[in-house]
């Protein structure tokens, strides 16, 4: 699964550290065109913002009743300084819902 697969979960797991439900986002895409990143990131964020609303999240994994929420990115490729005030955004608007969101580049 991957940022392409706008209606997926790539991952779910708890941190032991916060003993928050993460859900984790694998972004393997490069930043050549920012917009329709941007516009499939925002629409697997929505996916995700609906998983953890509906209550769909806590009857696919029951050990998430309880929790806290988080979201994770994780990307392949260094964010472009186009893209970081859209990030900002997005961590507000994912925090409201109760979900604050984190992004992270992975070392491959």
Avoid at 44 to 64: R, V
Avoid at 85 to 106: L, N
């Amino acid at each position: 699964m991957a940022i392409e697969a706008t209606n997926e979960v790539d991952a779910v797991g708890v941190d032991k550290a916060s003993d928050e439900t993460v859900l984790t986002i694998i972004d393997s895409l490069d930043w050549d065109n920012v917009s329709d990143h941007l516009y499939l990131l925002q629409e697997k964020l929505n996916a995700y913002l609906g998983f953890i609303e509906s209550g769909e999240l806590a009857s696919a994994y029951p050990g998430s009743a309880g929790r806290k929420c988080r979201i994770d990115l994780i990307l392949r490729f260094t964010l472009p300084p186009a893209a970081v005030a859209s990030f900002e955004k997005i961590g507000t608007i994912t925090k409201d819902y109760g979900a604050p969101f984190r992004w992270e580049v992975a070392n491959v």
